[in-house]
């Protein structure tokens, strides 16, 4: 009997470099890391640089932190155990879905009491008067996740941006400057918690200045594909109507907002006739990805606040699902053409 010829193994993928921009929000960051989590899974993808915002700032400094001790399976492991204290400070949180939430299977905290309280105090009261210490339980997991050091001589570069309250800018820390205050003003809503100080400025949220800034990816790194992990909803198709949902909806606008207008002026530059020599050719010739998912949209923007484990066990599911569906439709494309359809911005000009 005729033996089968045995198919030879497919040779392997020469190496990629990629840089990721990565967008914050809240418990939602959990999508990021279940796509973080499969992108390490390609040896043939190779990271260069992270930018990275609140929650992508965070994912983005744990990832780097743990690449630097075991590669992308230390990576994989490092943000497996960060996730995993977030859920476990959770389960003390007052911060709980009501128990009509639960019956109904929805992950929102739109019913919990606490959340309410939170909400209505958080417009009235500010968190100097309700937090004078100024504590945030975020910072103990951020000591006990990352390793600061190995931050200042890894080989992928870190972006992390955090808004000056002074002068309303945006500033980008690299790897050298990163401490846990970095990442905790990254991610400072100021209606919750106090501005954090850094080299004696105040800072909140960076998505109010870049959700995440691009622009040291392309003069900074050596990639010419950035992969966009989008997590705000750029676009509803309902119309805010309860207090609540209108400033959601406008919160959601402004952490675009920095995004799209570097987004635009990719499309504009690779309209250009000429775009010049240097930066202008530069930010002309980058290739754009993006991956995303339309569900996160369906959780509402209290969920962003629910950290339960099986919530973020869902979230990083998505996230996998996502990134899984992107390689199968544009992992070839990548390094060779963009994805992200950006001519649709320059009809909004």
């Known amino acids: ?56 700032a965070m994912n983005a400094a744990v990832l780097v932190s743990g690449y630097m001790q075991g590669g992308a399976a230390g990576a994989r492991a490092a943000l497996d155990a960060y996730w995993g204290r977030v859920a476990d400070a959770a389960r003390f949180s007052p911060l709980q879905r009501s128990p009509l939430d639960r019956l109904m299977n929805r992950w929102s905290l739109d019913a919990s009491p606490a959340y309410i309280m939170m909400d209505m105090m958080s417009r009235l009261v500010s968190p100097y008067s309700l937090n004078p210490t100024g504590h945030n339980p975020i910072r103990k997991i951020l000591e006990d996740s990352i390793d600061f050091a190995h931050l200042n001589g890894a080989e992928i570069k870190l972006f992390i941006t955090a808004t000056n309250v002074h002068t309303g800018r945006g500033r980008v820390f690299r790897n050298m400057e990163i401490t846990p205050e970095v990442l905790l003003a990254s991610a400072c809503l100021p209606t919750l918690f106090q ?29 010419d594909d950035i992969i966009l992990v989008q997590i705000n909803p750029r676009e509803r198709r309902t119309t805010p109507r309860t207090a609540g949902e209108i400033l959601d909806r406008l919160n959601e606008i402004s952490f675009n907002a920095p995004l799209m207008k570097e987004l635009r002026m990719i499309a504009l530059l690779r309209l250009a006739a000429d775009p010049g020599t240097g930066e202008g050719r530069r930010w002309a010739g980058m290739r754009t990805h993006r991956i995303l998912t339309d569900r996160l949209a369906e959780f509402g923007a209290s969920s962003k606040l629910n950290a339960e484990g099986p919530f973020l066990s869902l979230l990083k599911e998505e996230g996998r699902n996502a990134a899984d569906a992107f390689l199968h439709a544009h992992g070839d494309d990548l390094g060779r053409r963009s994805t992200a359809d950006l001519d649709i911005l320059l009809e909004e000009c």
Do not use: C
């Open 1 to 56: 009997m005729a033996r089968r010829p045995v198919a030879e193994p497919e040779p392997p993928r020469e190496p990629v470099l990629v840089d990721l921009a990565l967008q914050g929000g809240g418990s939602h960051g959990a999508f990021t890391w279940g796509v973080l989590d499969r992108l390490l899974e390609e040896p043939w993808l190779k990271i260069e640089a992270i930018s990275g915002t609140s929650a992508g």
């Open 195 to 223: 501005a954090i100080e850094i080299d004696g400025e105040p800072y909140w949220d960076g998505g109010y200045a870049g959700n995440p800034t691009i622009s040291p990816l392309v003069r900074e790194s050596k990639a």
